[in-house]
């Protein structure tokens, strides 16, 4: 006997033009992010939490970048309305 699973001919439904300019949007942001991120290679002196060091720019906008998207992850979270 066959112990596949049989496939669904249902597909996913397409995305909205909405949820695709979103998509376009935010791939677009975070390939501009990187780019910066590549161009600033230079070592800054940076005062962290814990302490100060020379770190390399780029660490410092990538961890930027990071910190944004997940305060950005959680607020759009937030504000949705429970299912």
């Known amino acids: 006997m ?3 699973p049989a ?8 995305r909205s033009r909405r949820q695709q300019a979103r998509l376009i949007g935010g ?5 501009l992010g990187v780019a910066f991120a590549f161009v600033n ?3 800054v002196e940076v005062n ?4 100060t060091w ?3 720019l780029i660490i ?3 961890i930027s970048i990071l910190v944004g998207a997940a305060l950005g992850y959680v607020a ?7 299912d």
């Open 2 to 4: 066959n112990d596949l």
């Open 7 to 14: 496939r669904s001919s249902e597909r996913a439904p397409a």
């Open 27 to 31: 791939v677009a942001l975070g390939a």
């Open 41 to 43: 290679l230079d070592e």
């Open 48 to 51: 962290w939490i814990v302490g």
């Open 54 to 56: 020379d770190t390399p």
């Open 60 to 62: 410092v906008i990538a």
């Open 76 to 82: 759009a979270r937030r504000r949705r309305p429970a």
